[in-house]
């Protein structure tokens, strides 16, 4: 039987922006993922703060991570953000993606992103499709 883990760790190995991002796997779980990662100098913007992109991505991360794990293979349908706090370099954010809704086509997760001092930076919904096709 192949385990979320397993599929996991497969995204992982090919997923080069995710391993850019520094992101490194906290937890996997059927439906469930927890990811963190350290904000680097490189992701600000010309505000001095985190790019909102790296917040996204982070959390696209997740979600990604979290739809995909019954090894069939999920697409993003469509994806929001709401970022709540600045995030800033040297911030170790963490993502957090539960499931609402695990349909045979369609799957709803919302993410969490909180930094190191737990308070919410940003909340991501995204809305997968889910092709049949496995990666394992």
Known sequence: MITPQQVVD???LHDKFSQW???????????YSKIKMQVREEMVNGFGIAHGGIAFSFADSAFA???NNRNNLSVALDTSINFTKAVNVGDTLFAEA???????STGLYLITITNQLNEIVAHFKGNCFRTGKTHL
């Open 10 to 12: 497969k995204m992982m």
């Open 98 to 104: 539960n499931e609402i809704h695990n349909g045979r």
């Open 65 to 67: 991570f979290a739809c």
């Open 21 to 31: 991002l520094g992101i490194e796997i906290i937890e996997i779980k059927e439906g």
